[in-house]
Each structure stands twice: as structure tokens, then as C-alpha cells.
């Protein structure tokens, strides 16, 4: 692969000359790989050399016959006739032997050479590549658009009118495509290929990827080529895997990856994984991963992934013994830290229970004179955590220690283990209450640890009786949350973490706020108002919002409604989730399925001709103004609709959300249910808020009475309809 390293440089140095010059030299050799040709073919036209280049790439037939009959062979030959301009009798005649071994005569029909130019042989670009898209072209079949449309399936072939109707993946409605415009946009792919598999069967694809995650992976990479982390996110996040399964189901794919000896990983995020030609041994990857390093921090790194990925059998190897004697080599290096050595004697006593004489475990840790700076110093989570252990083994100071490192240590698997070994000793438990009691009165002190604090007592995960877990705690926690967001918002280093404050606070339709403040004090809401008011990630609209939450709490801060505030409430629809997502489901059914079966039902009632008098036509575009009408409708109500929530339920009154006793004169009890007007069942006497008992009975409290159709009810008690 040494020539595309030099003809890369070329293409990148835009020089032409010396391109040329070293093209007549790859030219001329004797031999070469059907792959790495292709690589370059492909560099080529990538490249701004491609009209430059067509006229000397016939220069390259000789050395291509040098390639074996076969698929490297024929896709070599199609790459040439893509980039050639010269249409020479000589390409003309190698491209139609190339056509019949690959199609047989039969399928060499005078119309196919037609359309692909080798009849006339005027102008044949790019005929390999057309005619294999003109035997690829039936019903069913799946194709790429290269213009951005994405994965499409062929839904019809008309030779009379060359064209083919096709239905892509991010476009609406079914595109017919003249032969001509396809040879230039369109690329046939199988229809096991990824891309047609995750298009036309994404729920198969699901189920393959959540019970075999590799072999879908190694799909993509088999497909598309290398990809990133981010890359195979992308591709696979949402269209096959759901958003919320992704953290969950990436993080076992990935160490399954890191053991796969097919799968090359990456040692970065930025370089991508991709397939090997054959599999890894194991010595090749101890070679890769520790013998051709010299950075003594990317030995242990790579130590450390052999050693966890290797089997049983394989670490008693001589490639594993090799890689003890680079270790212990290490530890005489000059420019070794204490805190290098001690991982380097964590992974000989974990990997091969191998004790250093005169350098111990036990007198290592005793020794390290910055304990804290030496622990931060460790990369490796597992080999941080058993230093942690060791700390705690053999040091008495442990609980000032773990405290400090508490405060300090970014990962979060980390912060739980300390506090869990924090907590269950006296000493160490008091000094953590001093020292969190010190970071909720200053938040600059440890902003990383306030935070994850702060979502560990409200999303309840705390076991224990924690500092600050209390309602009057939690209060205290909201208001250092919010002085540390309007300390750190502006500032470059802390963008990350005030987006995962801002996230953390408006998820769910800011759900920890509403928990937080509900039963609180006057007070306490007109010092979060005002904490809040200081936070310029707050926009305008968000402190409204938190306003008009605090005056749910208190309804003396609530504001006085405008005019145009008490019309769109009133144009509220109030829905339950279910609701919401059966009137989304109904918009989606519309959009994705009848418009577009609509769409075909015109088009073929359209090629029955005589429009004037085709009863279908009219019918057809009458149903499509209905539909259209209909989801405008439904998309419009969308945009008014609000899932009722505890707050919004008013407590003692009735209104949306209430189920309410009502008696007779007789003293007959029903018992009705008001809620929003896409829930409502008048046989299961669930009343839309809207209607006229429901209205009546609005704003109503225990005892009130009202009529309704000559008759005097009464209301004998108001419960909130989310309270089984």
C-alpha cells in the first residue's frame, strides 16, 4: 500500500505533474494488488485530478489484465471505464467481454448497450457501473441515492418510458427516475446489505443486533466501511437501536468489540474500527498493543486490554509471558512515577499473582507521599479502584483520604464506592458531612461533586440517610445547584457541565423542579425565583415557566394572567399520555402509510386516462384532500395539547384531572372522571373538560351545588384521577 500514501500526497498537494509522473511509474509495474487499484480509483475520483485523469487512464490496462479473473478484476476495470474519457475502441471492447463473463450473452440485449453507450460506442463513462444498475433494476430490489435520499426500494420498472419509480427512505412519497438521471445518482445495493436491511426491516435488524450485537456491527463495517463510535451511533442510534436502550446496549457491543479478533478497535474515539483481512492471534495483538510502544503509560493501557480480553489458556502464553518481562522491565525505568509503578505492580499481582521482591503492595502504598495526586493519576477505572482498596487496607489515614478524593474524582462508578466505604466508618462519615456541608455554602469548592450529589438525592438513589436528603436539605442542594450554575455558565472549561445542569433541571418537563418545590414555603419559592432569574441559560421563556410552577406551590406569586395568556389557556387540550400518543400515532398513520397509498391510488387511476370521466381519479384526490385536511386538524391540536400532570390537577376544586362524586336529591351517587376531550368516554363517565357537565361542575368544591337539566346535584367529594 506504499504507492496510495505517495499518490495521496499528490492529490492533497494538488500537484498534477508529479501525479502523472508517478501514475506511468504504477503503471509499469509488473504486478499488483486488485485492492489497493481499487483504493486508488476511488482516491482518484474523490479528487479534483478526475476530468484531468480520464485521459490517461487507459495507461493503466495493462497492468489491470495482470489482476485475476474474477470480482477484484471486473470491479477494477469498472473503476477504470467510470474515470476514462477517452472511449478508445480498446476500452469499448475490454468493457464488453468484461459484461459477458460476468452476464452471459443472453442478457446483452442491443437496448442495454444502448442506454450504457457501448452500441454506439460514442461515449460509454461509466458503463459497467449503468449496466449493472440495468440488471439490478426490478420490483423489490433496493438502491442507493448518492444526492442524499438515502436507501430505496424499486417499486416499478417501465422500459417504454426508462424510468423507474422508487420510494426512499428520507423522501416522501414514491420519485420516478429517468434511466438516465439513475445512472448518475443511483448505486444497487443487496438486500442484505445494512443499509436495505435497517430500511426494510428494522425491527428484524433490532432483534439481530440486541441478541448478537457484534454481527451487526461487523454488517455496517462490512458495508459501509470504517466507522467511529460516533459514525456507528448515527447509524445504527434511533433507526435500530431506541435512544433510550443506546448507552445500555453500546457499552456491551463495545467490549465485545474490544475482544473480537476480526474487529480492529481504535485506541481513540476519533479513529475508527474496521474489519481485518483474517483474525488477530493473540501474539499479533500483544505486539500491537504493548511491544511497539515505547510511551510507558500506553504500555500499561495496553497491557491492561490484553490481559482483561485474553482467555484463561492464552494468558498462561508466551505472549502474555513476554509481556511480564516488559512490565518488570518498566519498573527499572528512570523515568518511572511512584504512581506508574503501582499499577504496574497491580496488574502482576492481578494477572499473574506476581509479588516484586522489596516492592510490595502494601509498602507502595505506604510510601506514596501524595497519595491523592498519585490515585488522580490513574487512568485505568479498575486499577483505580483496587488502589483505592489498598489505600484503605493498609493506611489509617484512609478516611481523610477517601473524603478528599470524594470531592475530587471525576468518575461518577467511582464517587459511589467511596461513599458506600465512606459511610460505613464514624470518623469518615463526619468528616464527609463537614466537607458537604462546606461545598452546599460554597459550590466553587468541588462543582463536579455538588452536581452528581445533587442527582443522587434527588433521582433517589441513596440508600442511606444522607446529608441534604431531607425536604429542607433538598432545598439547600437546589439553591447551591443554581449559585454554581450562575457561577460557571460563562465560563469555557465548565461548558459541559452546565450543559448537564441544564439538562438535568428542564428534563421531563423540569420534573426535578416541580418534586423539589412542591409544599414549600413563600420564602423559599421567592429565593428560587430569584437564584434562577441569575441564570442566563435560562431563557425568557423557561422562567416563565418557573414562575407559573412556583404559583402552582403558592398561588400568591402566581401572576396576574394576561388577555392573551387566559386566551391560550383556554385553547388548551388537556390529554392523559395515552391520549397524546394515540392522536400522535393517528397523525403518523396519515403521514407515513395513507398519504402515500393514497399517492399510488392516483397514480394508477391517473394512467387509466380521460380524466374528465374517471370516477377512481376524482375519488382518489377528494380521499387525499381529506387526509390532508385531517392531519393539519390533528398536527394544529398537537401543538395546543398538554399531558396532564399532578400540578396541574387542582387540589380540593374540580377541574381537569378530577374524579368527582356527584349525588341526587334521590341521594344516587355516579362518579364521574373529567379529563381532556381526545380521553373521553360518556359510557365509562369520563367527561371531556370541555363539555357542558364538565363545565358546569368546574371550579366546584366538596358541597357545592349546581344544576344540570332541572335537576340540583351535589358535590360529595374531589379526588385526583392519577391517585389509584
Known sequence: MGYLEDFQAQINNRNLTKFLQLWEEYCASDTVEAEEFIQLLIAIKASDFTKSFGQFAEAALPLWKTIP????????????????????????????????????????????????????????????????????????????HTGGWGVGEIMEVSQLREQIAVEFENVAGVKHITFANAFKTLVPISSDHFLARRFSDADILEKEAKADPIKVVKLLLKDLGPKTASEIKDALCELVIPDGDWTKWWQGARGRLKKDRIVESPESPKEPFFLRKSEATHDEKVHSKIHSKTNIDEVIQGAYDVLRDSSVKSKKSDANATIKERLLSLLQNEDLTISRALQILIILDTSFGHQVPGQSLKEIVQALETPKEDINAIEILAIKKRALGLLKEHRTDWPELFVSLLFSLPQTLLKDYLLKEIWQDKDARQRFEKECKKTVDNPMNSPDFLVWYFNKIVSGEAEEKLPFSDKKGIGHLMEAFLTLLSQIENKAEYRDLTKKMINLLSAKRFAVIRDVIEGTSVEFLKEFLLLASKCQSFPSHDLKILRSLAGVVQPSLAEPKSIEEQKHQANIIWTTEAGYLKKQARAQQIGTIEIIENAKEIEAARSLGDLRENSEYKFALEKRSRLQGELRTISNELKHARIITPLDIPDGEVGVGTVVKVKSPKNETTTY????????????????????????????????????????????????????
Not at 363539555?691 to 340540583?712: A, N, P, R, V
Open 69 to 144: 479473473a474474477g470480482q477484484g478484476s471486473y470491479d477494477t476495470l469498472k473503476h477504470l471505464i467510470d474515470l476514462q474519457t477517452t472511449n478508445t475502441p480498446l476500452f469499448a471492447e475490454v468493457s464488453l467481454d468484461a459484461i459477458k463473463q460476468r452476464y452471459g450473452e443472453d442478457n446483452l440485449t442491443q437496448e442495454r448497450l444502448r442506454l450504457t453507450g457501448l452500441r454506439s460506442r460514442d461515449s460509454f463513462q461509466g458503463a459497467l457501473s449503468s449496466f449493472d444498475l440495468l440488471m439490478h433494476m426490478h420490483k423489490g430490489n433496493f438502491v442507493f
Open 673 to 724: 372522571t373529567i379529563l381532556g376531550p381526545w380521553d373521553a368516554d360518556p359510557d365509562k363517565n369520563i367527561l371531556s373538560n370541555q363539555s357542558k357537565l364538565g363545565q358546569e361542575m368546574c371550579g366546584l368544591k366538596e358541597g357545592d351545588s349546581f344544576k344540570f337539566k332541572d335537576e340540583t346535584l351535589t358535590v360529595a367529594s374531589i379526588k385526583s384521577f392519577l391517585k389509584k
